[in-house]
């Protein structure tokens, strides 16, 4: 089964607006990343979170880790059309290993 | 995109036949993946090396084999294809002491 497992599935929002996405995950990890894939497209990594951090910022993406509850969210703010994606979480567990979830679809409407 | 090819592009195959696919990196990085990716679904591994000639069973590895003679190369075989093996297949690479990986543009196989 996958190791992350992301929340929502989909999510709709207008232009200018905040979009936060939640990962959880089973087991002890070394970190967490999280990817972008535009459709028909291969993924493109945005951002890694150590087990050891609780807060990663990178221009306006916010990434949280709470390893007490197994969870991670991606905020992006003010969001802009060309965000339109889907977001993947992937947790590192064994050396080189990576397992994702089944991602959020982001939908932001002009 | 990082030195990461993959080939063929698109392929049509019919059931019973083999199936060679084939991820060539420029970047010499020790480690390379192989997932497949469903419809409203994430990547699940099939399988993975951490070197030349050493590699190891994913999540879903049963009906795939794999094999990797150099560095830069990293094929993915099905033996028998199956109708239930249709799905884009990407390969991936990472470098040692790194935690970003790479993607290639993927593989997007049918059989009929």
């Known amino acids: 089964s996958q190791q992350g497992e992301e929340d929502p599935q989909a999510l709709s929002i207008q232009e200018g607006e905040n979009a936060t996405m939640n990962c959880s995950y089973k087991?002890?990890?070394?970190?967490l990343q999280w990817y972008r894939q535009n459709s028909g497209r291969g993924l493109v990594h945005l951002i890694l979170?150590?087990?050891?951090?609780r807060e990663k910022h990178s221009g306006r993406l916010r990434v949280t880790l709470d390893t007490s509850k197994k969870s991670s969210s991606l905020l992006i703010t003010a969001s802009r059309a060309a965000d339109t994606a889907s977001y993947f979480c992937?947790?590192?567990?064994?050396?080189?290993?990576?397992?994702f979830g089944d991602g959020t679809t982001l939908t932001v409407k002009p | 995109d990082a030195g990461i090819t993959q080939s063929p592009r698109h392929k049509v195959t019919e059931t019973g036949t083999p199936v060679t696919l084939r991820c060539h990196q420029t970047?010499?990085?020790?480690?390379m993946y192989w997932y497949r990716q469903d419809p409203g679904h994430g990547l699940r591994l099939i399988h993975y090396?951490?070197?030349?000639?050493?590699?190891d069973k994913g999540e879903v590895s049963d009906g795939y084999s794999v094999s990797r003679s150099k560095t830069e190369d990293f094929l993915l075989t099905l033996e028998s294809a199956t109708s239930s093996q249709t799905s884009v297949y990407f390969c991936?690479?990472?470098?040692?002491?790194?935690?970003?990986?790479?993607f290639g543009q993927g593989t997007r196989l049918t059989v009929v």
């Open positions: 992937a947790t590192d567990t064994n050396a080189g290993k990576s397992t």
């Open positions: 087991t002890s990890i070394n970190n």
């Open positions: 979170i150590r087990s050891n951090e």
């Open positions: 970047e010499n990085h020790r480690y």
């Open positions: 090396s951490y070197g030349v000639k050493d590699t």
């Open positions: 991936a690479i990472k470098g040692s002491g790194a935690d970003e990986a790479f």
